[in-house]
């Protein structure tokens, strides 16, 4: 009895007769979504790959992968502790570096073991650290070390060891201290945060394909990179957040607005006023960029839901606040200034009370319709998940099932979106998405051609900006309740 794969069996073409069985995969697509927590995060280490997008999900990753929270500008390890406190827990962390880093070096190995150095004249010499033993059994871990690799190197490329019949071993008793270090972070400019793209990618371009959401750029509060960030968060459907320079005012943020043209649902803008965290790890307060929380925060929020009006972790205060005598650094028609420019802010207190919250939860789009950081976060998410997933269908025949799997697909996707309140099904609205993949959007003439239409429509789940509540009081007023009200 022959068993197969369905398509793999030519049954035009069968001659002997038997029972043919093929394996038929189930024919409704189960799509999962693409994550939305992933920060993409650039700035500088204490050491770690340059250029390279590494994997971490806290705070000790952070440290073994890019070294401890340092008080320096475009420092990894300071804005990651900032988003961990918001609840982020993903990012794709990408070092830059001057170009003067440097290994730190020592003359010895750990304390009671030893070091076997190969040298060949011309070649660089192979060092097998923390070699330990007595008698024999020393050498014969030199030359295990010399033949397999002493785990932090490879086998030797120049020689073959024998351990021989030697019995004595030396002994040494010393301690050494790294030296001649250099993290490479000390000029770092606008030029190498972005880095370049092509070949060898650097900078935020080493962070394509990486599976990142958000965008961050530690400390990039130079305007005139913007355009760039923004160009790469379209090439990569990223929500790429940024802040202006401390100290701005009211008054110069509609200036740099006008300055950069930057008019884009694909970019979150923080207004300049920059908080004060603690930082634990060094004992003191320090001024720190405001998109940091605002990554963070966003991060940890399912991408329909909007940061506007959530709390905002570790803000001790912020410049504007230091400023003032009371507690709320903006008055009513300042935030109308910077809500109107497009400007988001973190303030205290918020519409939810005391604390820190996100003002606005806008993007700096002026069209009305797309000005939600949801709405990036949402379109991001559908667009990601129906490219990634519904690649399945590129390849197949055009034939009587294929359409109907194609709408069962992509209807199981957005049905359970509506189901988990993603989508926005109101009262006597109407559906909450609509597919059409059949033909009366497709003809003979473009599926002959190899092209399948699929036109999906989806309403998303809306965010109250505005609460109104009209309130009528009095000894006078009379109240009648409607059914069972």
């Known amino acids: 009895m022959p068993i197969s794969d369905y398509g793999e069996l030519n049954a035009t073409a069968l ?11 189930p024919q409704q697509l189960l799509v999962q979504g693409v994550p939305t927590n992933v920060i993409g995060m650039v700035g500088v280490g204490s050491w770690g790959p340059v250029n390279k997008a590494v994997t971490v999900g806290n705070m000790s990753d952070v440290a073994r992968a890019f070294g401890p929270v340092t008080d320096r500008p475009h420092d990894l390890a300071t804005d990651a502790a900032i988003a961990t406190q918001q609840g982020a827990n993903s990012f794709r962390m990408v070092r830059v570096s001057d ?11 750990r304390l009671g073991t030893f070091a076997a150095v190969v040298r060949l004249p011309g070649l660089s010499p192979e060092r097998f650290d ?11 871990n030199v030359a295990r070390a010399i033949n397999e690799g002493d785990g932090f190197r490879a086998a030797s490329q120049l020689v073959r060891a024998t351990a021989g019949t030697a019995a004595t071993a030396p002994t040494l008793n010393a301690t ?29 371009y080493a962070l394509r394909g990486s599976d990142a959401s958000i965008l961050h750029v530690c400390g990039l509060h130079d305007t005139t990179a913007w355009p760039a960030v923004a160009a790469f968060a379209k090439s990569e459907s990223l929500l790429a957040v940024l802040a202006g320079p401390g100290g701005m005012s009211i008054e110069n943020a509609a200036t740099i607005r006008a300055s950069v043209g930057l008019d884009d649902w694909r970019v979150w803008l923080l207004f300049g006023d920059h908080p004060y965290w603690l930082d634990s790890v060094n004992g003191r307060l320090r001024r720190v960029s405001p998109a940091a929380f605002a990554v963070g925060r966003t991060a940890n929020l399912s991408p329909h839901i909007s940061p506007l009006n959530k709390p905002i972790f570790g803000v001790v205060s912020s410049e504007r606040v230091a400023a003032t005598d009371s507690g709320s650094a903006y008055s009513r028609g300042e935030l109308e200034a910077l809500g109107g420019q497009s400007w988001d802010v973190l303030t205290t207190p918020s519409p939810r009370g005391e604390g820190w919250g996100v003002r606005f939860g806008r993007n700096a789009s002026s069209d ?6 949801a709405y990036t976060r949402m379109t991001h998410f559908l667009a990601r998940t ?31 979106l509506e189901r988990n309140g993603m989508l926005g099904n109101y009262e006597g609205a ?56």
């Open 386 to 416: 129906i490219d990634r997933a519904f690649g399945a269908f590129v390849g197949e025949p055009v034939n009587r099932g294929l359409m109907p799997r194609v709408r069962a697909s992509m209807n199981s996707l957005l049905a359970e």
């Open 430 to 485: 109407g559906p909450a998405f609509r597919v059409v993949c059949d033909m009366s959007n497709n003809t003979v003439e473009t599926l002959g051609r190899g092209i399948l239409r699929v036109d999906v429509q989806v309403r998303y789940a809306a965010t109250v900006e505005t609460l109104i509540v009209n309130l009528e009081g009095g000894q006078g007023v009379t109240i009648t309740l409607a059914g069972d009200q």
């Open 130 to 140: 923390n070699i330990g033993g007595t008698g024999a059994t020393f050498w014969q």
């Open 368 to 373: 009305p319709s797309r000005r939600g950081v």
């Open 99 to 109: 170009g003067t880093d440097d290994k730190a070096s020592v003359a010895g190995s």
């Open 15 to 25: 001659i002997v007769p038997d029972v043919y069985v093929q394996i038929v995969p």
């Open 176 to 204: 050494y201290s790294l030296s001649g270090g250099s993290d490479g972070a000390d000029d770092i400019d606008v030029s190498v945060l972005i880095g370049q793209d092509g070949l060898t990618r650097t900078g935020i």
